[in-house]
């Protein structure tokens, strides 16, 4: 993000990049009503919270995340900035995430190896291991049945709620303020006192649970984060007792898979599609809804089979796609400038840090204090960092339209497009640069995929990156950190010069993107999101270049790259691209097509399922239009 002041106006921004989700979290926390000591509760000191909220202190990526989940408000809208332990520390919860609950024994060891390795941990993290650890004490409870095991469940579970919630919240848990990820102990808790033989109490916990997001006004886009858990234990619940799976049941389950399908998600997809096929329908209406359930089940099966991703796992409360490490971050901006550490470590205060603690800042060994952390980022061009909102705003409402735009757009709404753009005028100053630069990218959209003006589109694409990307001359961009949008907007001005026929410039873009967010992901193995953007018009390009098989392997790479993110809008398109790319290869080499026909026949399918699966209609009415080339 570039500290570019407008060149004709001269205006100067005093708003600081880094305090603007300390200040949205304010203002939430504000608007609500909740004083800071009832927010930090159980996670940080009210002190702490002060000073994150005025951007004194920097934003730290776990209980920065869970403070604004515990108000409803999704984080996926803000690009962070952490260091390489935190990145360490997600990754290797990761991982057991990815273990549980198929593998238990391989996650038990990995749970030591976390404790062993971090002897001081945040109260989130001791909460997410002692979660971990409860499940694994539930499913020694399903194999063996024994009295024993239910009491080591229940032990477990009461510890899990408790690292950051305080005694006697059964009493009143309307009146605390807690996250998706802190409401999954709470079901955990429901699940122990069910195997002790305490029914009544289980379905009183679900039921809180299950109120608890719409009694507290979340946001659809952070209850989707544990509507499918409620309604799994739900039904669970419902087998186990004694009151057979009723209508509430169904209901709750119904609208938890319909957020999954509005959100593009497949956060507990496959386990909830499961225990819903052991609902018996009660009417047409329900037989209906399940088969169409059925389906989807069969689907994400066959998808998660082929790509050996692992269906039944559980997910943290956090994503880190929209993360970046520090060190990674500083020597990037360092390269792109073309500085050495000599340089880069003075400015007009004086030196910042030595040439050898540079070093190891950009390696991830030292971790920089946070006034030095700015006053590097001023070296490159940056200001404060990437503690911010995709679009410099005074509310998340704004930023909710953003999201609706863009997913208009992606639907070719154009009339609708237009409207909701007018909105969005009226509610942000343009003089900002990441708004100018959304207005622009829309306008370059509007231009490319409505009116087919290609060179226009080229020209104002080209502005909305410099509204925040230096320009290329005597610069290395690859070095550039793209964010999210500046990487879909580079992404954009490689497709178009793609479509103009310019493939030397297109490739030049594609590899452009593709090296700095490859350079991103060392430490999580996470693509950046604008990942599947800039896949989908490199298959193009490879195509144009008649790299057809260079395209196919490209396909399954992003596929499974795709899968590690709780979103899944990439995946359907790239399904397609397999399939046209694997036709396409076939109809080259004949030989190849008893081989290859299964491959696009089963990718087209599973595209078709997406399609539905995300009620994309545009995209459904495109494939209904290519049955016959590809399912003969």
């Not at 994150?52 to 202190?57: A, D, F, L, P, Q």
């Not at 510890?159 to 919630?165: G, N, Q």
């Not at 343009?430 to 509007?446: C, H, I, N, S, T």
Request: charged share 30%; aromatic share 10%.
């Amino acid at each position: 993000m570039g500290n570019h002041e407008d060149a004709e106006s001269g205006i100067k921004f005093e708003r600081e990049y880094n305090q603007i989700c300390g200040k949205m979290l304010q203002e939430e926390r504000e608007k609500r009503g909740i004083s800071r000591e009832e927010l930090a509760r159980g996670i940080l000191s009210k002190t702490a919270l002060g000073h994150m909220e005025t951007g004194r202190i920097g934003w730290t990526k776990l209980p920065g995340d869970t403070l604004m989940h515990r108000m409803g408000v999704g984080t996926d809208y803000f690009e962070v900035v952490a260091s390489a332990e935190e990145l360490d520390r997600w990754r290797r919860r990761e991982d057991i995430c990815l273990l549980l609950p198929a593998r238990p024994g391989e996650a038990v060891g990995k749970l030591r190896e976390y404790r062993h390795a971090y002897g001081k941990r945040e109260p989130l993290e001791e909460q997410f291991l002692c979660k971990a650890e409860a499940l694994l004490a539930l499913l020694d409870w399903r194999r063996d049945g024994e009295e024993a095991d239910a009491a080591r469940l229940s032990d477990m579970a009461r510890r899990a709620v408790h690292c950051t919630v305080p005694e006697g919240w059964e009493r009143g848990m309307e009146d605390l303020w807690l996250a998706p990820s802190e409401l999954e102990a709470v079901l955990l808790e429901a699940a122990a006192r069910m195997v002790r033989g305490r029914e009544e109490e289980a379905w009183e916990l679900w039921q809180a649970v299950r109120r608890y997001p719409k009694a507290h006004h979340w946001r659809e886009r952070v209850e989707a984060l544990i509507a499918p858990q409620t309604a799994m234990l739900g039904i669970w619940l419902s087998l186990q007792g004694r009151r057979g799976i009723g209508q509430p049941v169904f209901a709750f389950a119904r609208e938890a898979l319909e957020m999954l399908r509005r959100n593009n998600s497949h956060s507990y997809l496959l386990p909830l599609l499961e225990l819903m096929g052991r609902m018996r329908p009660r009417d047409g209406g329900e037989a209906a809804y399940l088969e169409q359930a059925a389906e989807f089940r069969e689907a994400f099966r066959r998808l998660y089979e082929w790509f050996g991703y692992p269906g039944y796992r559980i997910w943290q409360g956090i994503s880190v796609d929209n993360t970046r490490e520090i060190g990674v971050v500083l020597r990037m901006l360092r390269k792109c400038e073309g500085k050495s550490r000599a340089r880069a470590i003075h400015d007009e205060e004086g030196i910042i840090v030595t040439e050898r603690q540079l070093e190891k800042i950009e390696k991830g060994v030292h971790k920089p204090s946070y006034e030095n952390y700015q006053r590097l980022m001023r070296q490159y061009g940056k200001c404060g960092g990437w503690k911010t909102a995709m679009v410099e705003a005074d509310s998340v409402e704004v930023l909710e339209l953003r999201q609706q735009i863009s997913t208009l757009i992606r639907l070719c709404e154009w009339d609708r497009v237009w409207i909701e753009i007018e909105r969005f005028r009226r509610k942000v100053d343009a003089a900002y640069p990441r708004v100018r630069q959304e207005l622009l990218f829309w306008e370059a959209l509007m231009k490319w995929k409505k009116e087919g003006a290609l060179e226009e589109a080229l020209e104002t694409l080209f502005q909305a990156l410099h509204c925040t990307v230096p320009p290329e001359e005597g610069r290395d961009l690859k070095w550039w950190v793209f964010e999210r949008e500046e990487s879909i907007i580079a992404s954009n001005i490689a497709s178009v010069y793609r479509r103009l026929g310019r493939l030397e410039e297109a490739g030049k873009w594609f590899d452009t993107v593709m090296f700095s967010l490859e350079q991103q992901r060392g430490r999580t193995g996470i693509a950046h999101s604008g990942y599947g953007i800039l896949m989908d018009g490199y298959d193009n390009y490879l195509d144009d270049r008649g790299c057809l098989k260079t395209a196919v392997k490209m396909n399954e790479e992003t596929i499974c790259n795709c899968l590690k993110w709780p979103l899944i809008d990439s995946v359907a398109s790239m399904l397609y691209r397999y399939a046209w790319n694997s036709y396409e290869i076939a109809s080259k080499e004949p030989k190849l097509f008893d081989v290859l026909r299964p491959k696009w026949n089963n990718a087209f399918r599973l595209c078709q399922s997406l399609v539905r699966f995300r009620y994309d209609y545009h995209f459904e009415e495109f494939l209904q239009a290519r049955e016959d080339k590809f399912l003969q």
